[in-house]
């Protein structure tokens, strides 16, 4: 167990929908990093949260957003779903920034788009 | 559990027998690697890391080799246990900035 955790497990919804994606940090983690997980890319970096403030963005769709709130815990919301969005969400969590801080993963949100 | 049923390149080997499994990074200012350990139905899960300025790190069980010159790292797992079944996962970092690219990803079997 990571420490990390995210919520819901598994969500499964239409086209068109918008769903939020939930993470709690380890404690004392103060960032957050999202990443998607598909079949043919693999584990894309989405966007990174240090202290509530956004501090990286990777390959995030206008169409999704984040935001880290002052518990530290932080949300992403994927809104006007595509089938091509169904993937794991894995969110990450670290004492600091920067890459040589230990990520530690949650077990992820399975979403899929129908 | 479920996990994502990624198309990637595979590697079997026996109980017992040495692993090694190889990743291609892209970015020549890349000055921090990770290897990142997946099992199935779960997250990533860190293995070992290394910074550019070495081209070997071990640990228990796992040394991690880094060759600057062709951009190559690669995994050496010992004694390969049915409990190393998983993909393995390479990621490259650059300080200063704050995130990390993962690699495709291999998925190990190891045969008991």
């Known amino acids: 167990d990571s420490g990390v955790t995210q919520t819901p497990k598994h969500l499964i919804t239409a086209t068109g929908q918008r769903v939020t994606l939930r993470c709690s940090p380890r404690s004392g983690d103060l960032s957050v990093y999202w990443y998607q997980q598909s079949l043919d890319q693999g584990l894309q970096f989405l966007i990174q949260y240090y202290n509530g403030e956004e501090r990286a963005k990777g390959n995030i769709l206008e169409r999704f957003s984040a935001q880290q709130f002052p518990d530290l815990h932080s949300e992403l919301n994927l809104s006007s779903l595509e089938l091509g969005d169904s993937a794991l969400y894995f969110c990450?969590?670290?004492?600091?920034?920067?890459?040589?801080?230990?990520?530690?993963f949650g077990p992820g949100t399975r979403l899929t788009v129908t | 559990g479920e996990s994502v049923g990624l198309h990637l390149p595979t590697l079997s080997v026996q109980e017992g027998d040495n692993s090694i499994i190889n990743c291609a990074y892209s970015?020549?200012?890349?000055?921090?690697f990770i290897w990142y350990k997946q099992e199935s139905g779960k997250g990533p899960q860190f293995i070992i890391d290394i910074r550019s300025n070495m081209d070997k790190r071990q640990g228990q069980r796992v040394t991690v080799l880094l060759n600057k010159t062709v951009k190559h790292l690669s995994l050496q797992i010992a004694a390969t246990q049915p409990g190393d079944s998983a993909v393995y996962f390479c990621a490259e970092g650059e300080t200063g900035a704050n995130n990390l690219f993962f690699g495709t990803g291999t998925r190990l079997t190891v045969i008991p």
């Open positions: 970015n020549s200012a890349s000055d921090y």
């Open positions: 990450a969590s670290s004492v600091g920034t920067g890459p040589s801080y230990e990520q530690y």
